[in-house]
């Protein structure tokens, strides 16, 4: 008996828990499923939130404030209500912004008209503005990579850039650079400007700290309603979502990267008389630049993962042509365009990393020549390629000049190889994996499912906030329960269990795989730095490419959007994993070994406890990914909150449903976030980290 | 504070104002929106051709399906060429209804939504009596799948084309043993299709014509007739199918002013079922770009389309 004591007092959390799945299952027998049963779901308190915010945004954006415009287009004197002309006022600044680069690489008329009128461009047809050849775009990306790292950098881009054009990918690519090369510097400026403000202002931070974590966790879909109804459809409306959904991630990792420059740091920059300007851009954010850099590099991913989705409301480039070539079931053409996303994401990123950590060399002594040798040279090659760009007019008949652009889709094209080898899965695994899905669905996903459902509501609570408790005391507890009592108040709390289960599902297989690979990989230095390679690849490879095959292969099923989930959700797991393990400092292998453990245990009792708190954090980004893709996963066809997101696209009551949608995603994400994010806090003050 | 606004803004308003006193339509950009599939896109490009052939600047522009009404209401988009009546008519009429919209005549196309089954369903006999709808109460093990729980599965496309029309009709003409799945998009569809025909068994799928599917050919299921209020949103029992409907074409309420010859000829543009079907055809089985598909489709047809651009056709 005493024995039993002493082990309940040892294992308190552990008794807790069990206690709590005790209650959980006799709620979940007692209570009967009816709908008018208050503990079997409570009743939508908040159905009409969507239909209020849809309303405010109506009135905001078609009847407040109208003022008399005069349109010249009909002569007339119309009523035009002033946030509409304030946000299209935006609208046309952001895109006359695109248009500008745009026409640098592609050529076009617009630019001169904003400054003119179409009348006078029709009337002079001098009055065009020439594209950049191509081979003077390559040639000045092999230019500035080698200028800013050398060779290496320059045979990247070069290479990326050549694929791009012999593949026949050049306009749509310059397209959707010429979007990415907007949406990312002003994601980039917002960011920093933000992350400092909360950095000098406590009730700044405090204010952003929760919109951060909404917008993080938000699904792609949920800001392209709110910024086609405020910026309409375009390149611009595209742009502006991708600045909202690429500028969260840029500010937090300011904060955090100035936080965590010492105060040694900013005392020496005072006493050497900095003022506040020069303290902030000469001191902190030069220090803080290693987390800096990491927000670049992230609002360049969410830039190009974004350039897809943006699509949606008007972006032109490779995710509109991406989308046209899924419908088209050409997964050839798709792979082509999405490797073009991947290049110039990768390409990009290396890019604006070599230039931030370029060190200015101030003692150089340098004459003109040697200072500008790189920009004569470019203005060498510009001649040069231009004299070739209008040889090539005369060499080529079918009214195509190769050596000036190279028109889409007329270059050479490996599509055939892709679709083959699509195809040759498809016939030869046909059956066996018909017979796994068939599996998987009839024992495992159907009655995970009905099992999600069959939960009533109040247990749901009891179970979720009970843990919370257990982690994390009452706090946890009521944190966790508001979000979850948001979700149960709407209509939707069925699509938000279907939502949780292939989360459920999908974030457990991804964090099995992630954690068993990222473990082995993280054995060596080779295998280590080649997974993280891989994992960048596939964050940028826009997810919509996998649905096509996935669909070919087990059908319009819930497989098909969780083998989607998979592959795009183990990436945090293993990217964690590996950063973990490799952190854990060299000394304690050698004490270990001193000790006399053996691989394994090393394995077991070493690395893995110390990276426990960071994995944690892997498998909380696999949460989100996971999320982010079921709701994508609607592109297959789900029955969960993401098929409703995907409609609000259409809906009379789009925004108001369609955010609220998204606030219901988000809450489930920020639920397990807190949760996890907590647990790894006790882990990490236990290990003494 | 208002008056100011409002000064300020017409002044700036008739400082930027051309002189576009004449009927000559404006030199501003006519903006096409284009959706995902191909006939719908090369009939963009071949409209863009028609108009910049009269002499007009053309633009495009990648667009929801849906979204698209709201987008010309408030001008950003100018035409919508293909308005197809069971799956666009409600947003069309919404849009109408707030304004700022117009009704741009009516392609000579019937059209039809359905579900139906591939040609080779119907010649391997694999449900005897398809198309008509009766035939499905005695095969729903043919059409069953993993996940139907033993009963037959329709596929239906995306909830935003048609809400709960399907589950209803089937729930009112089939009953219990049929489900509706809604796939998310139209390549989920074709998906379908393609895994299909490769395995060799039944599927039910919506699809629409004129489509690059006629080709292989496709059977609609038979339903008993349409008749108007026969929808249970419209107070009816759903135990209908859908109708022959019409494509129609939108326009922004300011194009017959800005662009009146434009808009004239687009009044006056109307493709059958043929001449869409050649223009899908192009692009899905021969595999030329949207673009090219276009620029072939005017060379091959200028007695079609030349017609539509004298006024008083």
């Not at chain 1, 500035?144 to 694929?163: D, E, K």
């Not at chain 2, 040609?119 to 109460?137: H, R, S, T």
């Amino acid at each position: 008996m005493s024995e039993m004591r002493n082990y309940i007092s040892n294992n308190k959390k552990l008794t807790q828990f069990v206690v709590l799945l005790v209650i959980f299952f006799s709620l979940c027998f007692l209570i009967s499923p009816s709908d008018s049963n208050i503990l079997w779901r409570f009743p939508p308190l908040i159905a009409g939130l969507p239909l209020l915010i849809n309303d405010c945004v109506s009135y905001l954006m078609y009847e407040f404030m109208p003022i008399e415009i005069y349109d010249s287009e009909i002569e007339e004197y119309e009523e035009r209500p002033l946030i509409k002309e304030v946000t299209r006022a935006l609208s046309s600044t952001v895109l006359f912004c695109i248009q500008v680069i745009r026409e640098i690489l592609l050529g076009g008329v617009k630019t001169i008209v904003t400054f003119t009128s179409w009348d006078f461009v029709n009337e002079n047809k001098w009055a065009y503005w020439p594209a950049l050849p191509w081979t003077v775009v390559c040639s000045a990306a092999i230019l500035l990579g080698y200028s800013l790292r050398g060779f290496g950098l320059a045979t990247l881009a070069g290479l990326a850039s050549m694929y791009i054009s012999i593949f026949g990918q050049w306009e749509p690519a310059m397209e959707t650079l010429s979007l990415v090369l907007i949406a990312a510097p002003a994601s980039f400026v917002l960011g920093l400007f933000f992350g400092v403000l909360a950095y000098r202002n406590k009730s700044v931070e405090s204010a952003l700290a929760p919109l951060l974590n909404i917008a993080q966790t938000m699904p792609h879909f949920s800001y392209l309603v709110p910024a086609m109804v405020f910026f309409g459809v375009g390149d611009h409306a595209g742009a502006i979502a991708t600045i909202i959904f690429a500028t969260p991630p840029m500010i937090r990792l300011t904060i955090l990267g100035l936080k965590k420059v010492s105060p040694e740091v900013t005392e020496a920059a005072l006493m050497s008389g900095c003022n506040e300007f020069q303290l902030m851009f000469r001191v902190l954010i030069p220090t803080a630049r290693r987390d800096i850099l990491i927000g670049v590099n992230q609002v360049i991913m969410q830039c190009l993962a974004m350039a897809v989705i943006a699509s949606f409301i008007g972006a032109k480039g490779l995710g509109f042509n991406l989308l046209l070539a899924l419908n088209g079931l050409r997964v050839g053409q798709a792979i082509e365009l999405g490797i073009c996303i991947v290049l110039i994401a990768v390409v990009l990123d290396k890019l604006s990393l070599a230039w931030a950590n370029k060190q200015v060399d101030y003692f150089a002594d340098l004459n003109f020549m040697q200072r500008n040798k790189y920009k004569i040279f470019l203005f060498f090659l510009l001649f040069f390629w231009s004299i070739i760009a209008y040889i090539g007019t005369f060499l080529f008949e079918e009214g195509f000049n190769y050596f000036y652009l190279i028109p889409h889709n007329k270059g050479i094209t490996t599509e055939t190889f892709w679709q083959g080898g699509v195809d040759w899965i498809v016939d030869t695994f046909f059956f066996q994996l018909k017979a796994f899905n068939e599996f998987l669905i009839i024992s495992v996903l159907l009655p995970m499912k009905h099992a999600y459902l069959s939960m009533p509501v109040i247990a749901t609570f009891v179970l979720i906030m009970g843990i919370g408790y257990i982690i994390g005391g009452l706090k946890s507890a009521f944190i966790v329960g508001f979000f979850l009592i948001f979700i149960a108040f709407t209509e939707w709390w069925d699509r938000a269990l279907i939502t949780a289960y292939m989360a459920t599902f999908g974030v457990i297989v991804s964090a099995l795989i992630g954690i068993t690979v990222g473990s082995i990989c993280a054995q060596t230095n080779i295998t280590s730095k080649s997974i993280i390679l891989i994992c960048d690849t596939f964050q940028t490879f826009p997810s919509f490419i996998y649905l096509i095959p996935v669909i070919m292969l087990f059908g319009v099923t819930d497989t098909s959007v969780l083998i989607a989930v998979i592959v795009y959700a183990t990436i945090p797991a293993t990217r964690y994993t590996v950063e973990g393990l490799r952190s854990v400092p060299d000394t304690l292998h050698d004490a270990g070994s001193m000790s006399g453990v053996n691989r394994l245990q090393r394995w077991l009792k070493i690395e893995l406890p110390l990276a426990f708190p960071h994995m944690m954090l892997g498998v909380n980004q696999t949460v989100v990914f996971a999320l982010f893709m079921v709701i994508i996963g609607a592109m297959i066809g789900t029955e969960d909150l993401g098929q409703y997101i995907l409609k609000s696209l259409s809906d009379k009551h789009g925004i108001g449903n369609g955010l609220t949608l998204g606030f219901c995603v988000a809450f489930i994400g920020l639920a397990v976030d807190h949760l996890i994010r907590t647990w790894a806090e006790e882990r990490k003050k236990a290990l003494g980290l | 504070m208002r008056k100011i606004i409002t000064a300020f803004l017409v002044s700036v308003g008739l400082l930027m104002a051309p002189a576009f006193l004449s009927a000559k339509d404006s030199s501003k950009p006519i903006v096409i929106p284009t959706h995902n599939w191909s006939s719908q896109v090369v009939m963009a490009y071949v409209i863009g051709g028609i108009f910049e052939s009269m002499g007009n600047t053309v633009e495009y522009v990648p667009a929801d399906t849906q979204a698209v009404y709201e987008a010309i209401r408030n001008g950003d988009v100018t035409i919508s060429h293909e308005v197809w009546q069971s799956t666009f008519g409600k947003s069309f009429y919404e849009a109408m209804a707030k304004g700022g919209i117009i009704d741009a005549g009516t392609h000579a196309a019937m059209t039809l939504e359905e579900v139906g089954v591939p040609q080779w369903v119907i010649d391997k006999n694999l449900c005897p009596g398809l198309p008509n709808w009766e035939a499905l109460k005695d095969c729903k093990d043919v059409f069953a799948t993993a996940d139907s729980g033993g009963k037959g599965r329709i596929l239906e496309g995306p909830q935003s084309w048609h809400g709960v029309e399907y589950p209803d009709r089937v729930e009112a003409l089939l009953g219990d043993d049929w489900v509706v799945k809604f796939a998310g998009s139209a390549d989920a569809l074709w998906a379908e299709l393609a895994a299909a025909k490769k395995e060799g068994r039944g599927t039910i799928t919506f699809n629409w014509t004129p489509n690059f599917t006629d080709a292989d050919g496709f059977a609609f299921i038979e339903w008993p007739p349409y008749y108007p209020g026969c929808r249970k949103q419209d107070g009816g029992d759903s135990k209908c199918g859908s109708p022959k409907g019409w494509l129609k074409k939108a326009a922004n309420y300011k194009m017959p002013k800005t662009h009146p010859a434009a808009y004239t000829t687009f009044s006056q543009i109307s493709f059958n079922a043929g001449q869409i079907g050649q223009m899908a055809k192009l692009v899905d089985i021969e595999g030329l770009s949207h673009q090219d598909a276009a620029k072939k489709w005017l060379a091959d047809n200028e007695d079609v389309w030349k017609p539509f651009t004298k006024p008083g056709m």
